[in-house]
C-alpha cells in the first residue's frame, strides 16, 4: 500500500506542516510502528512529499557512506544536479547504523518488535537510532504508526518553526482542488441533463475520488515546486549579495524586497534560509540582520522602489 499525498495530510492532521517541514529540511525521519509492511509503506510514500528531490534507497542504489557521500558532494558543486532523499527499509535497518554516520535527507523505517539481521528492534533500539543520528544532524524527527489510519509526528527536540510555507501550501492545493472538483462535478451535471440515465449510473460518473487523489498529488508538486524555484531564485540573489558585502557595499535589501524579487509572499526569512543551507549547501545566514538582508548596494534596494 502506497499513502497517498492526501492520506498523509489527512492522517497526519495537523501535525503535518511539521512533517512537510521537516522532510523539506532534509531533517533525518524515523518512522516506527510495529506492522513492517506498514511502516515500510510509509517510509517510501513520504519521500513523494519533496518531489523535486530524486530518491535513493539504501542497500539497493548505494551501500556505504562514501557513495551517499559523494552525491553531496556534488550537489555542493552543482546547483543544476537533482537533490536527494534516502530512505532505509527495514530489512536494512541495522546495515545502516553500522555504516551510516550522517543522515541528512534519510527516511528510515523502525520495525518495532521485529528482528532484523539478528537484532531485536525495541523501543530502546529507537531511542539509540535518534542518538545515533543526533551526533551529526541537528533534530532528528519521529514518526509513530501505531495503525494505518493512525499515526503522529514530534520532533526529538522541541521547538516549532515558522510553518506558514506550508501551511500556504496544504491551504492551497485543498482549496484548488476543491473548486477544480466543484466545476468537473458541473460540467459533467450539465452533461448528464438532458440523458435518460439513472441515478446509479449518474452518481457513479459523479463520483471523483480517484480523480480527487491525482488532482491533491498534482497540486502539492507544482505548490512545493513553486517553493523551490522561488528558493532558487533567493540563492542567486543572495549570493550576490554576499558578494557585494565582501566588496564594502553596506546597504540593506529588505525581505519585503527579497519576496518580491522572487515571486513568494509567505514565511519567515530565517526559514528560507534554513532551507536553502539544507538544498543547496549554501548558509546565508551572515547575510541576515535584524529582519533586513544586509550587504547590497543602494541600487538593488531602488529597484523596488524604496
Known sequence: MTYSIMQMIELASTGFPLLLNSVL??????????????????????????????????????????????????????????????????TNLTLALDRITQFMGWIVSIPLSADVLGLHVTEETLVKAAAHILRTSGNCGILRVTSPSAISFSLVKPGLP??????????KILSRKTQSLERIRRLLKKSLRDLNVSEQIADEVLKLDDDSEK????????????????ARRAVMILSRIRLARQLGASITLTDRNLYEAIGWETGEMPELVRFIRGEWHEDFSDCVKGGALSGLGAWVDSMWGT
Not at 515558522?162 to 491551504?171: G, N
Not at 488532482?215 to 522561488?230: G, I, K, P
Open 25 to 90: 529540511g532534509r531533517i533525518p525521519i524515523l518512522v516506527a510502528g510495529e506492522d513492517t509492511e506498514l511502516v515500510d509503506d510509509l517510509t517510501e510514500s513520504l519521500t513523494m512529499l519533496c518531489p523535486h528531490r530524486h530518491k535513493f534507497v539504501f542497500w539497493r542504489d548505494f551501500t556505504s557512506e562514501a557513495e551517499i557521500r559523494s552525491v553531496w558532494d556534488e550537489e555542493r558543486h552543482d546547483y543544476e544536479v537533482n537533490r536527494t532523499v534516502v530512505c532505509c527499509l527495514s
Open 162 to 171: 515558522c510553518l506558514d510555507v506550508e501551511k500556504r501550501i496544504v491551504s
Open 215 to 230: 488532482l491533491t498529488h498534482d497540486m502539492f508538486e507544482e505548490e512545493v515546486n513553486s517553493y523551490v524555484h522561488a
